[in-house]
């Protein structure tokens, strides 16, 4: 149960700069037309009405590039890397804080991910509760993440000239702790509530069926001949793997110096959209298809991951979908796959747009340079340092 507070919108920055003294502060900045999450050194930096990122706030959790140990080829030194920061990620959206507590789970299974587990120990998640949808791609609504008060270590709702506070955690104690917070008082309810009760409003229903039902939707489908269509269409460019905040796959690569005798460990973020990626020794491609990548994606996102760790592997934030450049959306083919075993088949809007689409370079270039831009926003290189930009 959440202890509330209220903050007062005019002490954000004064907020902001207590912060600074003893974290790295990251926020939603715009850069290039679009919106990031890099560091901030006033809160006028930020927008916190942002609609949604590029690339999610996981580069500071698991970085797009990381060197995990470095050794001496003869064996006689092995040092594992780990470089934290403490980190507060200021107004991370709900979608992306259920995709951390995916992550944790994750990284937490079998062999504990030491790597990550220090990089998240360092790291406070103030959110902030979004008002309306961010895209027409969006589904968190149906995927239960929009409004997730209690999730993080603190949660800020817009009410006016004040935020309401949650503060869900002692990290978020922490934060609040020498800032100019004030008491909730019985007269901020029925405000708070109001403000929650018009938000819903502003969020429908976009699949066609209950989210509960989309496992054995997913398992029913297995043998849809929707999976062709859709690998038909994939141009295999791996950007909705790239923007997904619950996608965690990576490559490991060994390299060793010139001399040969020292050498390290880097992982890189994955795609399972890549045609190599389930090539194994011997040359034999477990998923060689594009439809065989495809099913395998949205299999794990609604399927495989919820058997696995009890949460469902997409949280529906639409970056997918957004940034595919062939329209290629799980709403639409999720909903194409309901309707084709309610015996309704109908074309999913994905192909209708996909054949009508004429890409342009503008468009081509303008959604590959945002994820480009936002990764290169910081973070995303070595151990959530943050790099020149
Ligand atoms: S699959 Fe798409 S909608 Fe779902 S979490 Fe990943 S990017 Fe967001
Ligand atoms: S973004 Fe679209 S085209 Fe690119 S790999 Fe993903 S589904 Fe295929």
Same mark, same amino acid.
């Given at each position: ?33 679009? !919106? ?10 930020? =927008? ?15 970085? @797009? ?12 030194? &092995? ?43 360092? &790291?406070?998640? &103030?959110? &902030?509760? #979004? ?8 589904? #968190? ?5 929009? *409004? ?37 008082? =019985? ?46 269409? #994939?141009?295999?460019?791996?950007? #909705?793997?790239?923007? +997904?905040?619950?996608?965690? +796959?990576? $490559? ?32 034999? $491609? !477990? /998923? ?5 990548? @495809?099913?395998? /994606? ?18 529906? +934030?639409?970056? +997918? ?20 075993? @309610? ?45 020149? *930009?």
């Amino acid at each position: 149960m959440s202890d509330l507070k209220t903050i007062p919108k005019s002490a954000l920055n004064e907020w902001v700069q207590r912060l600074r003294r003893r974290f790295r502060v990251v926020g939603p900045k715009p850069k290039n037309g679009q !919106f990031v999450f890099a560091e901030i050194e006033t809160a006028v930096e930020m =927008a916190l009405d942002y609609p949604t990122t590029c690339v999610p706030p996981k580069k500071y959790l698991f970085p @797009q590039q990381e060197t995990l140990l470095r050794y001496h080829l003869d064996g006689s030194h &092995i040092q594992a890397v780990i470089e934290t920061e403490p980190t507060v990620i200021f107004g991370i959206h709900t979608c992306d804080v259920q995709a951390t507590r995916l992550f944790d789970q994750i990284f937490s299974q079998g062999f504990a991910d030491q790597h990550y587990r220090a990089r998240r120990e360092d &790291i406070y998640l &103030i959110s &902030i509760e #979004c008002m309306s949808p961010c895209t027409e791609h969006a589904y #968190c609504h149906d995927m239960g993440t929009s *409004h997730l008060p209690e999730a993080a270590d603190l949660h800020l709702t817009d009410v006016g000239h004040m935020y309401v506070v949650h503060v869900n955690t002692p990290k978020g104690e922490s934060l609040l702790a020498d800032t100019l917070a004030e008491p909730f008082t =019985a007269d901020w309810q029925p405000i708070y509530d109001r403000v929650i009760a018009k938000k819903m409003e502003a969020f429908e229903k976009r699949l066609d069926f209950d989210v509960t039902e989309l496992k054995e939707l997913l398992h029913d489908g297995y043998r849809s001949p929707l999976w062709q269509n859709v690998g038909d269409d #994939c141009l295999v460019c791996g950007m #909705c793997t790239q923007v +997904c905040p619950t996608c965690v +796959c990576f $490559n490991m690569v060994d390299e060793a110096d010139l001399t040969q005798t020292e050498g390290q460990r880097t992982r890189t973020w994955d795609s399972c959209q890549a045609t190599t990626f389930a090539l194994v020794a011997g040359g034999h $491609n !477990f /998923r060689e298809a594009r439809m065989s990548r @495809q099913r395998h /994606r949205f299999m794990r996102k609604g399927k495989y991951m919820h058997d696995a760790y009890g949460l469902l592997g997409c949280v529906g +934030c639409g970056r +997918c979908g957004s940034t595919c450049l062939v329209n290629i959306t799980p709403i639409n083919v999720l909903n194409a796959l309901y309707h084709e075993q @309610q015996g309704e088949p109908k074309v999913p809007e994905t192909q209708e747009m996909v054949h009508e689409m004429e890409l342009s370079y503008e468009d081509v270039t303008a959604r590959s340079a945002g994820v480009a831009v936002d990764l290169h926003a910081g973070a995303s290189q070595n151990n959530g340092r943050t790099l020149p *930009h």
